[in-house]
Protein backbone atom coordinates (compact mmCIF):
# COMPACT_ATOMS: atom_id res chain seq x y z
CA UNK A 1 0.00 0.00 0.00
CA UNK A 2 1.61 3.38 -1.13
CA UNK A 3 2.55 5.67 1.58
CA UNK A 4 4.09 9.06 1.32
CA UNK A 5 4.56 9.32 5.17
CA UNK A 6 7.59 8.37 7.68
CA UNK A 7 5.54 8.70 10.88
CA UNK A 8 4.56 5.28 10.88
CA UNK A 9 8.19 4.09 10.56
CA UNK A 10 9.38 2.83 13.60
CA UNK A 11 6.28 0.50 14.30
CA UNK A 12 8.05 -2.35 13.27
CA UNK A 13 10.37 -1.80 15.63
CA UNK A 14 9.06 -2.25 19.38
CA UNK A 15 10.92 -1.01 22.70
CA UNK A 16 10.92 -4.01 25.01
CA UNK A 17 11.40 -3.68 29.56
CA UNK A 18 15.05 -4.42 28.26
CA UNK A 19 15.64 -1.85 25.71
CA UNK A 20 14.05 0.54 28.13
CA UNK A 21 16.46 -0.26 30.67
CA UNK A 22 19.32 -0.35 28.55
CA UNK A 23 18.58 3.34 27.41
CA UNK A 24 18.18 4.89 30.51
CA UNK A 25 21.73 3.22 31.28
CA UNK A 26 23.13 4.44 29.09
CA UNK A 27 21.67 8.24 29.35
CA UNK A 28 22.98 7.81 32.57
CA UNK A 29 27.03 6.58 31.29
CA UNK A 30 26.63 9.97 28.87
CA UNK A 31 25.87 12.45 31.36
CA UNK A 32 28.98 10.82 34.11
CA UNK A 33 30.95 10.81 31.61
CA UNK A 34 30.31 14.69 29.92
CA UNK A 35 30.21 15.50 34.46
CA UNK A 36 34.02 14.12 34.26
CA UNK A 37 35.06 15.45 31.46
CA UNK A 38 34.33 19.48 32.31
CA UNK A 39 35.07 18.88 36.07
CA UNK A 40 37.49 21.50 37.02
CA UNK A 41 36.89 23.25 33.74
CA UNK A 42 38.08 26.79 32.92
CA UNK A 43 35.04 28.13 31.28
CA UNK A 44 37.52 31.68 30.61
CA UNK A 45 39.99 29.36 28.69
CA UNK A 46 37.48 27.52 26.91
CA UNK A 47 36.18 30.47 25.32
CA UNK A 48 38.60 32.41 24.51
CA UNK A 49 39.99 29.31 22.77
CA UNK A 50 36.67 29.30 20.57
CA UNK A 51 36.88 32.88 19.97
CA UNK A 52 40.10 31.72 18.20
CA UNK A 53 38.33 29.59 15.50
CA UNK A 54 37.70 30.54 11.71
CA UNK A 55 34.37 29.63 11.22
CA UNK A 56 35.07 28.62 7.61
CA UNK A 57 37.06 25.89 8.94
CA UNK A 58 34.38 25.06 10.91
CA UNK A 59 31.67 25.11 7.90
CA UNK A 60 34.44 23.43 5.50
CA UNK A 61 34.09 20.08 8.20
CA UNK A 62 31.07 20.19 8.30
CA UNK A 63 30.73 20.07 4.29
CA UNK A 64 33.58 17.55 4.04
CA UNK A 65 31.66 15.14 6.93
CA UNK A 66 28.15 15.43 4.83
CA UNK A 67 30.13 14.85 1.42
CA UNK A 68 32.07 11.70 2.86
CA UNK A 69 29.03 10.10 4.53
CA UNK A 70 27.36 10.49 0.97
CA UNK A 71 30.40 8.71 -0.49
CA UNK A 72 30.40 6.16 2.44
CA UNK A 73 27.20 4.92 1.66
CA UNK A 74 28.70 3.68 -1.52
CA UNK A 75 30.29 0.96 0.45
CA UNK A 76 27.25 -0.48 1.64
CA UNK A 77 25.69 -0.27 -1.97
CA UNK A 78 28.62 -2.18 -2.83
CA UNK A 79 28.15 -5.11 -0.29
CA UNK A 80 23.91 -4.93 -1.36
CA UNK A 81 25.06 -5.07 -4.92
CA UNK A 82 27.42 -8.69 -4.28
CA UNK A 83 23.91 -9.89 -2.61
CA UNK A 84 22.07 -9.35 -5.98
CA UNK A 85 20.28 -6.74 -4.20
CA UNK A 86 19.07 -4.03 -6.70
CA UNK A 87 18.88 -1.11 -4.53
CA UNK A 88 19.78 2.20 -6.31
CA UNK A 89 22.51 4.11 -4.84
CA UNK A 90 20.20 7.14 -3.77
CA UNK A 91 18.33 4.83 -1.72
CA UNK A 92 21.14 3.62 -0.26
CA UNK A 93 22.32 7.21 0.84
CA UNK A 94 18.91 7.80 2.37
CA UNK A 95 19.23 4.62 5.03
CA UNK A 96 22.76 5.43 5.47
CA UNK A 97 21.84 9.64 6.49
CA UNK A 98 19.07 7.38 8.76
CA UNK A 99 21.05 5.73 10.64
CA UNK A 100 23.28 8.35 10.91
CA UNK A 101 20.35 10.62 12.30
CA UNK A 102 19.48 7.75 15.08
CA UNK A 103 23.01 7.00 15.84
CA UNK A 104 23.98 11.05 16.58
CA UNK A 105 21.17 12.55 17.08
CA UNK A 106 18.20 10.63 18.82
CA UNK A 107 18.74 8.92 22.35
CA UNK A 108 16.84 5.83 21.18
CA UNK A 109 17.03 2.01 22.29
CA UNK A 110 17.32 1.07 19.02
CA UNK A 111 20.80 1.73 17.31
CA UNK A 112 20.84 3.44 13.84
CA UNK A 113 22.49 0.44 12.38
CA UNK A 114 19.55 -1.46 13.55
CA UNK A 115 17.22 0.59 12.26
CA UNK A 116 19.02 0.69 8.23
CA UNK A 117 18.97 -2.58 8.31
CA UNK A 118 15.11 -2.98 9.24
CA UNK A 119 14.24 -0.45 6.59
CA UNK A 120 16.83 -2.26 4.10
CA UNK A 121 14.77 -5.05 4.39
CA UNK A 122 11.80 -3.51 3.46
CA UNK A 123 13.03 -3.09 0.14
CA UNK A 124 13.54 -6.69 -1.10
CA UNK A 125 12.72 -10.60 -0.27
CA UNK A 126 16.42 -11.20 0.63
CA UNK A 127 15.46 -9.70 3.97
CA UNK A 128 17.98 -11.39 6.37
CA UNK A 129 20.77 -10.85 3.82
CA UNK A 130 19.87 -7.51 3.55
CA UNK A 131 20.31 -6.64 7.42
CA UNK A 132 23.27 -8.75 7.18
CA UNK A 133 24.46 -6.44 4.62
CA UNK A 134 24.41 -3.41 7.29
CA UNK A 135 26.54 -5.65 9.83
CA UNK A 136 29.61 -6.21 7.23
CA UNK A 137 29.30 -2.54 6.16
CA UNK A 138 30.07 -1.67 10.15
CA UNK A 139 32.58 -4.49 10.15
CA UNK A 140 34.17 -3.45 7.03
CA UNK A 141 34.32 0.63 8.56
CA UNK A 142 35.82 -0.98 12.15
CA UNK A 143 38.28 -2.56 10.85
CA UNK A 144 39.63 -0.24 7.99
CA UNK A 145 39.88 2.59 11.17
CA UNK A 146 41.52 -0.14 13.38
CA UNK A 147 44.22 -0.80 10.72
CA UNK A 148 44.85 2.98 9.94
CA UNK A 149 45.43 3.43 13.34
CA UNK A 150 47.87 0.48 13.78
CA UNK A 151 50.09 1.96 10.55
CA UNK A 152 49.80 5.30 11.42
CA UNK A 153 51.69 4.44 14.67
CA UNK A 154 54.27 2.24 13.49
CA UNK A 155 54.93 3.91 10.38
CA UNK A 156 54.88 7.34 12.02
CA UNK A 157 54.45 7.42 16.07
CA UNK A 158 55.55 4.72 16.97
CA UNK A 159 58.85 5.63 19.59
CA UNK A 160 57.93 9.29 19.63
CA UNK A 161 55.40 9.53 22.26
CA UNK A 162 56.93 11.07 26.08
CA UNK A 163 56.37 8.85 28.84
CA UNK A 164 52.95 8.74 30.51
CA UNK A 165 51.97 11.70 33.31
CA UNK A 166 53.59 10.97 36.50
CA UNK A 167 50.38 11.16 38.27
CA UNK A 168 48.61 8.84 36.16
CA UNK A 169 47.01 5.64 38.75
CA UNK A 170 48.83 2.27 37.57
CA UNK A 171 45.86 -0.36 36.62
CA UNK A 172 47.90 -2.92 39.46
CA UNK A 173 46.19 -0.50 42.20
CA UNK A 174 42.87 -2.08 41.42
CA UNK A 175 40.58 -3.75 43.39
CA UNK A 176 40.21 -7.29 42.46
CA UNK A 177 37.07 -8.88 42.02
CA UNK A 178 36.10 -10.85 45.01
CA UNK A 179 35.77 -14.87 44.08
CA UNK A 180 33.50 -15.64 47.22
CA UNK A 181 30.76 -13.29 45.45
CA UNK A 182 31.63 -14.03 41.86
CA UNK A 183 30.75 -17.92 42.88
CA UNK A 184 27.73 -16.79 45.18
CA UNK A 185 26.43 -15.03 41.73
CA UNK A 186 26.95 -18.27 38.89
CA UNK A 187 25.93 -20.96 41.96
CA UNK A 188 22.70 -18.64 42.66
CA UNK A 189 21.96 -18.63 38.82
CA UNK A 190 22.96 -22.19 38.05
CA UNK A 191 20.11 -23.33 40.98
CA UNK A 192 17.40 -21.04 40.44
CA UNK A 193 18.22 -22.55 36.37
CA UNK A 194 17.66 -26.22 38.28
CA UNK A 195 14.71 -25.61 40.10
CA UNK A 196 13.07 -24.23 37.31
CA UNK A 197 13.95 -27.16 35.17
CA UNK A 198 13.12 -29.56 37.64
CA UNK A 199 9.31 -28.74 37.20
CA UNK A 200 7.60 -30.62 34.45
CA UNK A 201 5.81 -27.47 33.08
CA UNK A 202 8.58 -25.87 32.46
CA UNK A 203 10.59 -28.55 31.03
CA UNK A 204 8.29 -28.86 28.38
CA UNK A 205 8.06 -25.14 27.49
CA UNK A 206 11.65 -24.94 27.84
CA UNK A 207 12.09 -27.88 24.64
CA UNK A 208 9.42 -26.94 22.76
CA UNK A 209 11.01 -23.60 22.87
CA UNK A 210 14.37 -24.97 22.27
CA UNK A 211 12.89 -27.04 19.15
CA UNK A 212 11.36 -23.65 17.62
CA UNK A 213 14.64 -21.25 18.25
CA UNK A 214 16.96 -24.22 16.90
CA UNK A 215 14.67 -24.41 13.65
CA UNK A 216 15.09 -20.29 13.54
CA UNK A 217 18.32 -20.60 14.25
CA UNK A 218 19.30 -22.93 11.90
CA UNK A 219 17.62 -21.79 8.92
CA UNK A 220 19.40 -18.00 10.03
CA UNK A 221 22.52 -20.16 10.42
CA UNK A 222 22.60 -21.50 6.65
CA UNK A 223 21.34 -17.90 5.10
CA UNK A 224 24.52 -16.22 6.98
CA UNK A 225 26.84 -18.92 5.87
CA UNK A 226 25.58 -18.46 2.19
CA UNK A 227 26.09 -14.65 2.34
CA UNK A 228 29.63 -15.07 4.02
CA UNK A 229 30.54 -17.28 1.36
CA UNK A 230 29.63 -14.77 -1.60
CA UNK A 231 31.49 -12.01 0.22
CA UNK A 232 34.70 -14.42 0.66
CA UNK A 233 34.40 -15.46 -3.53
CA UNK A 234 34.71 -11.33 -3.98
CA UNK A 235 37.53 -9.96 -2.35
CA UNK A 236 38.10 -7.13 -4.34
CA UNK A 237 34.63 -5.71 -3.26
CA UNK A 238 35.82 -5.84 0.22
CA UNK A 239 39.29 -4.20 -0.73
CA UNK A 240 37.23 -1.42 -2.26
CA UNK A 241 35.41 -0.99 0.47
CA UNK A 242 37.77 -0.54 2.90
CA UNK A 243 40.13 1.27 0.60
CA UNK A 244 37.13 4.15 0.02
CA UNK A 245 36.44 3.73 3.84
CA UNK A 246 40.20 4.56 4.52
CA UNK A 247 40.50 7.02 2.07
CA UNK A 248 37.15 9.23 2.74
CA UNK A 249 37.82 9.10 6.79
CA UNK A 250 41.90 10.44 6.01
CA UNK A 251 39.72 13.91 4.03
CA UNK A 252 37.48 14.06 7.30
CA UNK A 253 40.61 13.76 9.61
CA UNK A 254 41.89 16.17 7.26
CA UNK A 255 39.12 18.89 7.59
CA UNK A 256 39.67 18.38 11.35
CA UNK A 257 43.31 19.02 11.42
CA UNK A 258 42.33 22.78 9.70
CA UNK A 259 39.74 22.99 12.20
CA UNK A 260 41.99 22.28 15.37
CA UNK A 261 44.71 24.87 13.55
CA UNK A 262 42.40 27.26 13.46
CA UNK A 263 41.79 26.84 17.35
CA UNK A 264 44.90 26.71 18.00
CA UNK A 265 46.61 23.51 18.25
CA UNK A 266 50.07 23.03 16.77
CA UNK A 267 50.00 18.98 17.22
CA UNK A 268 51.11 17.35 13.82
CA UNK A 269 48.77 15.83 11.83
CA UNK A 270 49.66 12.20 12.66
CA UNK A 271 48.24 12.72 16.06
CA UNK A 272 45.04 13.23 14.34
CA UNK A 273 45.13 10.00 12.19
CA UNK A 274 45.94 8.30 15.78
CA UNK A 275 43.48 9.90 18.12
CA UNK A 276 40.34 10.67 15.67
CA UNK A 277 40.08 7.01 14.62
CA UNK A 278 40.83 5.36 18.39
CA UNK A 279 38.07 7.61 19.85
CA UNK A 280 35.41 6.82 17.06
CA UNK A 281 35.83 2.72 17.89
CA UNK A 282 35.58 3.68 21.34
CA UNK A 283 32.43 5.91 20.77
CA UNK A 284 30.91 2.57 18.70
CA UNK A 285 30.62 0.75 22.46
CA UNK A 286 26.92 0.88 23.03
CA UNK A 287 27.68 2.31 26.44
CA UNK A 288 26.53 5.72 26.06
CA UNK A 289 24.25 7.62 24.01
CA UNK A 290 26.19 8.38 20.73
CA UNK A 291 29.33 8.28 22.33
CA UNK A 292 28.76 11.13 24.26
CA UNK A 293 31.57 11.92 26.86
CA UNK A 294 33.29 8.72 25.72
CA UNK A 295 34.45 11.05 22.62
CA UNK A 296 34.87 13.84 24.43
CA UNK A 297 36.93 12.55 26.87
CA UNK A 298 38.90 10.19 24.76
CA UNK A 299 40.11 13.56 22.67
CA UNK A 300 41.01 15.53 25.06
CA UNK A 301 43.27 12.82 26.84
CA UNK A 302 44.76 11.65 24.18
CA UNK A 303 45.63 15.35 22.78
CA UNK A 304 46.55 16.20 25.86
CA UNK A 305 48.94 13.28 26.74
CA UNK A 306 50.35 12.39 23.53
CA UNK A 307 50.76 15.75 21.95
CA UNK A 308 50.95 17.82 25.24
CA UNK A 309 48.09 20.02 23.58
CA UNK A 310 46.65 22.67 26.15
CA UNK A 311 43.22 20.61 28.08
CA UNK A 312 40.91 23.79 26.79
CA UNK A 313 41.78 23.54 22.84
CA UNK A 314 41.88 19.66 22.47
CA UNK A 315 37.84 19.97 24.62
CA UNK A 316 36.82 22.51 22.26
CA UNK A 317 38.17 20.59 19.12
CA UNK A 318 36.44 17.57 20.66
CA UNK A 319 33.12 20.10 20.98
CA UNK A 320 33.82 21.07 17.40
CA UNK A 321 33.55 17.66 16.43
CA UNK A 322 30.35 16.95 17.94
CA UNK A 323 28.97 20.14 16.62
CA UNK A 324 29.77 18.65 13.04
CA UNK A 325 28.66 15.30 14.02
CA UNK A 326 24.90 16.67 15.00
CA UNK A 327 24.45 19.10 12.05
CA UNK A 328 25.48 16.91 9.19
CA UNK A 329 23.23 13.84 10.66
CA UNK A 330 20.04 16.43 10.31
CA UNK A 331 19.63 15.74 6.51
CA UNK A 332 18.70 11.89 8.02
CA UNK A 333 16.04 13.00 10.12
CA UNK A 334 14.07 14.98 7.23
CA UNK A 335 14.33 11.72 4.94
CA UNK A 336 12.73 9.76 7.93
CA UNK A 337 10.02 12.58 8.08
CA UNK A 338 9.12 12.78 4.47
CA UNK A 339 9.21 9.03 4.11
CA UNK A 340 11.94 8.44 1.71
CA UNK A 341 13.19 5.88 3.21
CA UNK A 342 10.26 3.86 2.48
CA UNK A 343 9.70 1.64 -0.68
CA UNK A 344 6.92 2.58 -3.07
CA UNK A 345 4.93 -0.37 -1.04
CA UNK A 346 5.18 -0.71 3.04
CA UNK A 347 6.63 -4.25 1.96
CA UNK A 348 7.77 -6.49 -0.79
CA UNK A 349 5.13 -9.37 0.09
CA UNK A 350 2.65 -6.38 -0.75
CA UNK A 351 4.29 -5.29 -4.00
CA UNK A 352 4.35 -9.12 -4.85
CA UNK A 353 0.74 -9.27 -3.85
CA UNK A 354 -0.24 -6.25 -5.82
CA UNK A 355 1.64 -7.34 -8.69
Not at 56 to 77: I, K, M
Not at 93 to 119: I, T
Not at 170 to 198: E, F, W
Amino acid sequence: MPTGSGSGGGAGIKSSGLGRWSLFLRVAVAIAAMCWVFRDQDWGQLAQTFQKMDGTCLALSVVVFVLGQVLLATRWWLLLRVQGIPMKVGMAVKLHLLGLFYNNVMPSAVGGDLLRAWYASKHTDKRLIAALSVFVDRAVALVSMLLMVLVVYLCLVHGQMGQPAPHVTPMGNAQPIRPLLVLGIVGGVLLAALAGYCHPGIRRRVAQWGRVAWGHLAAAGRTFRDSMLLYWKKPLVLLAAAGLTILLQSLIIMAFWVLGRSLGIRASVRYYFIIFPATWLLSALPVSIAGLGLLEGGIRELFTRLAAVPAEQALALALCQRFVWVVASLPGGLIHLLGAHLPRVNSFDDQSATG
